[in-house]
């Protein structure tokens, strides 16, 4: 990755996803696969499969974040 890249996607009416490693990388986590897939087991890090492809659904664990900030 060239540089930092920040992350600015309008959510609110439409989904996103990323793969477990996309996401891990942009939340300087990419060492730590492990412990994401666990945090996917127990609920805390939304995600949705599509076939064998498990994605992080970045639009629910915001609008979960917000929900918790209420």
Request: hydrophobic letters at 40%; aromatic letters at 8%; zero cysteines.
């Given at each position: 990755?060239?540089?930092?890249?920040?992350?600015?996607?309008?959510?609110?009416?439409?989904?996103?996803?990323?793969?477990?490693?996309?996401?891990?990388?942009?939340?300087?986590?990419?060492?730590?696969?492990?412990?994401?897939?666990?945090?996917?087991?127990?609920?805390?890090?939304?995600?949705?499969?599509?076939?064998?492809q498990r994605l992080v659904?970045?639009?629910?664990?915001?609008?979960?974040?917000?929900?918790?900030?209420?």
């Amino acid at each position: 990755m060239k540089g930092k890249e920040t992350f600015s996607v309008e959510l609110s009416e439409h989904s996103y996803y990323l793969t477990l490693e996309r996401f891990a990388e942009l939340i300087g986590m990419a060492d730590q696969l492990p412990l994401l897939e666990n945090w996917i087991d127990a609920g805390a890090l939304p995600m949705r499969q599509f076939g064998e492809q498990r994605l992080v659904d970045l639009r629910a664990l915001l609008e979960r974040q917000e929900r918790s900030e209420e």
